[in-house]
C-alpha cells in the first residue's frame, strides 16, 4: 500500500517528533516536583544524558517511549507492516544502547528507573508514579528498579 503523503511531507512529520521534553517526561518531572523532589534535566555530564536526574538519591529516570524504545507485550508497541527488517534493526540497536548506557550509569554508581509511556495512561499513572517516589526516596525498599532486563537477541 502506498503512502498517503509524500516523501517530503513524511520527512517533515518525522522531523517533528521530539526526543527530550516529551509528554510523558514533562508528566513525571511535574508530579516528582510536586511531591517536593529535586531534580536536574538532561544532566550532560553523565552518561546516557538521562531524562532526570536526582543527585541527592543518587536515582536517575529514564523516561522510554514504547514505540522507540521497543516496549515488549505492551500494547502502545507494533512493529511497522513495511520495511520491517529496517524497522527491527533500528529498534534494536536503540534497545541495545539503552541496555549499555543503563549499566554504564549504575557502573557509575547511579540508580537506575525506568517508566514506560504505557504506564503513564491514567489508569496505571498514581500507581506508577508512587512506585517511582517510594523507589526514589526509600533505596532500602524492594521496588525493581528497571525492566531493561529483557533479551535483546531478537532485534540484531
Given at each position: 500500500?502506498?503512502?498517503?503523503?509524500?516523501?517530503?511531507?513524511?520527512?517533515?512529520?518525522?522531523s517533528?517528533?521530539?526526543?527530550?521534553?516529551?509528554?510523558?517526561?514533562?508528566?513525571?518531572?511535574?508530579?516528582?516536583?510536586?511531591?517536593?523532589?529535586?531534580?536536574?534535566?538532561?544532566?550532560?555530564?553523565?552518561?546516557?544524558?538521562?531524562?532526570?536526574?536526582?543527585?541527592?538519591?543518587?536515582?536517575?529516570?529514564?523516561?522510554?517511549?514504547?514505540?522507540?524504545?521497543?516496549?515488549?507485550?505492551?500494547?502502545c508497541?507494533?512493529?511497522?507492516?513495511?520495511?520491517?527488517?529496517?524497522?527491527?534493526?533500528?529498534?534494536?540497536?536503540?534497545?541495545?544502547?539503552?541496555?549499555q548506557?543503563?549499566?554504564?550509569?549504575e557502573?557509575?554508581?547511579?540508580?537506575?528507573?525506568?517508566?514506560?509511556?504505557?504506564?503513564?495512561?491514567?489508569?496505571?499513572?498514581?500507581?506508577?508514579?508512587?512506585?517511582?517516589r517510594?523507589?526514589?526516596?526509600?533505596?532500602?525498599?524492594?521496588?525493581?528498579?528497571?525492566?531493561?532486563?529483557?533479551?535483546?537477541?531478537?532485534?540484531?
Amino acid at each position: 500500500m502506498a503512502d498517503k503523503i509524500s516523501p517530503q511531507r513524511r520527512s517533515f512529520n518525522m522531523s517533528r517528533i521530539r526526543s527530550r521534553n516529551t509528554r510523558p517526561e514533562v508528566t513525571v518531572r511535574k508530579w516528582l516536583h510536586s511531591q517536593g523532589l529535586r531534580f536536574r534535566v538532561h544532566c550532560q555530564t553523565l552518561p546516557a544524558r538521562p531524562d532526570i536526574v536526582l543527585p541527592r538519591f543518587r536515582a536517575v529516570v529514564l523516561v522510554h517511549g514504547c514505540f522507540w524504545h521497543a516496549h515488549e507485550d505492551c500494547c502502545c508497541f507494533k512493529i511497522p507492516a513495511s520495511r520491517t527488517e529496517w524497522w527491527l534493526r533500528k529498534l534494536g540497536r536503540n534497545k541495545a544502547r539503552d541496555w549499555q548506557q543503563q549499566r554504564e550509569l549504575e557502573l557509575a554508581g547511579w540508580r537506575v528507573f525506568v517508566v514506560w509511556e504505557c504506564e503513564l495512561k491514567s489508569a496505571r499513572r498514581a500507581e506508577t508514579l508512587e512506585k517511582l517516589r517510594d523507589g526514589i526516596t526509600q533505596p532500602d525498599n524492594d521496588v525493581p528498579l528497571c525492566d531493561l532486563q529483557a533479551d535483546y537477541s531478537g532485534y540484531n
